[in-house]
DNA sequence: TTCATATAGTACTATATTAGTACTATATGA
DNA sequence: TCATATAGTACTAATATAGTACTATATGAA
């Protein structure tokens, strides 16, 4: 598997959303009747997204939210790592003192180079990009 | 997050155990001692990837465990797949028809790219280059 | 000032997944 | 024949995820 949470699947989509016109304010309401997911869910992950800095809310009639920075400074890595932690393909990937077997264990500095790759890849996918596909040579236009 | 499980990366801890001799077989207890691990769990990984055709079994006395191929020719992405299934990053990236908003999502091709360029990063590392990490320019010879 | 609107925060429940363990069956070789 | 070692299955406990409900607070317009 190696997968993301639904929770975190569906921020990317409200994000995406939201990206189409990136200065508007949008409801919770309005995210959800878009992409057609309970508004309950959308309101969590919004409050979420929020508080972590990637959104700009405000409260009352006409309130909402709306992005904080431009579609193209918001990456897929910030994104996972707002709504389910640093991304640490292991447990001994991103922080040390987790796994027992640390100080024996022959293959956590490669597991580490692994994780580093997979995060590169997820940082350099904007909104803007999952909207508009750069289309380069290699998908993402990464070499490999 | 975005992590495998702990059963998986345990599984890629005894594979490259059995990789350091790769022409010899080790019983399940002789790698639960080696690597630190309970029997009961190492037995258990030791059975799947027996099924999966990564390793070959032997009973009785003398018997255990042997990787059926070269080191080189076993990839984590092979592991990965399985011990927990195909890599898919969301539930749309592998196989589709499992979500509802799959018509009219604007950004599974977008995830689908993502989740191309993970496989490869794990499809590039291989038992061998876990043990003897290659230290090319770039992590694991991939260039960003 | 009042009130409908909309977000903020928190807590809870249900479900699904993961991890760990136990037990019985079967094959091997001395 | 028997100790050794894998094969298969099923079960339990722990953890993580998903979904929901409820109360509090801020805003702007009638």
Redesign the pocket.
Known sequence: ?L?I??????GTVILAQMAREPART????ALAQAIEL?L??V??L??LL??SGLLI?????????RLAKPPQQISLARVIDVL?GPVAVTECSQRSGLCQLEARCAIRRQWQGVNGVIYQALERVSLDSLLNPPEASGMLGIKI
């Open positions: 598997m997968r949470s639904k929770l975190t699947d569906y949008y409801s919770a309401a309970p309950s869910t309101s969590k919004l409050k929020n508080r809310s405000c409260r009352g009639k006409q309130g909402g939210y389910e």
